[in-house]
């Protein structure tokens, strides 16, 4: 992908910003993760700027909006589903470049993307990571720059999976990913958890005898 990555610096200090039906703003007021309902009101979308639509979900059908872009890659939030990285960094660098297609984009030295699966937590949240991750971001840096910006982001396991090979693939000096798989797991229980009482102890003691299921884990937690 040859974009500019001046463009595309991170802002240094997180804020939550949304548009009308709730999209947060990710990069430079240019980029948005949204739930479903972020995405089923045209005169809202063109009202906020959007001119693309990146609709990570097999089950909801594809929108069609007069004079917005809309790409819909089928996928289910399940661990075994295969994400298509590549297909969705190259929709968004289309959208984000100065490559414009409309006298709106041409103005804004670029478009507006919205990506939104159903809750806006893990399939579109994991393809935004990803994408920041080809803008020389690690990991840990990316995942953690969007849960500031969208603190309920919560990509499954399998997707995270995914996310550490592709980081390995993107940068070939790493031997290891930059994000600790065990510790993700646990932070993510303890928001699950959160008022149950659970310590974070108790739920690295449960990670460590399901040996890493978080889902076992979870199970195990909730009936102790």
């Known amino acids: 992908m040859n974009v500019d990555n001046a463009q595309f610096a991170l802002d240094e200090q997180p804020s939550i910003v949304r548009l009308q039906r ?22 809202v979308l063109k009202a906020d700027g959007i001119t693309h639509i990146l609709n990570v979900t097999k089950e909801l059908q594809k929108q069609q909006y007069s004079g917005i872009t809309v ?3 089928p996928c289910y939030d399940s661990p075994q ?25 041409a103005e804004g030295g670029g478009g507006r ?28 840096q990316s995942y953690e720059y969007v849960k500031a910006r969208k603190p309920d982001i919560r ?39 959160e008022g149950s009482g659970k310590s974070r102890k108790d739920v690295l003691d449960a990670l460590r005898v399901t040996r890493g299921d978080g889902e076992i884990a979870l199970g195990m937690l909730l009936e102790e």
Not at 165 to 171: I, M, R, T, V
């Open 71 to 73: 790409c819909q890659l």
């Open 113 to 140: 993307c919205l990506v939104h699966c159903n809750a806006g937590q893990s399939r579109s949240a994991s393809v935004i990571i990803y994408y920041l991750m080809t803008k020389e971001k690690s990991l840990k």
């Open 155 to 193: 990509p499954n396991y399998g997707f995270c999976s995914q996310l550490q090979c592709a980081e390995l693939k993107l940068f070939k000096e790493r031997k290891t990913s930059s994000l600790d798989m065990t510790e993700y797991k646990a932070d993510t229980l303890c928001e699950i958890l």
């Open 22 to 43: 709730g999209a947060h703003a990710i990069l430079n007021n240019r980029l948005y993760l949204g739930s479903a309902k972020s995405a089923i009101n045209e005169a």
């Open 81 to 105: 589903q295969q994400l298509p990285f590549e297909e969705a960094a190259t929709f968004i660098d289309q959208c984000l470049s100065n490559n414009n297609n409309t006298e709106q984009e």
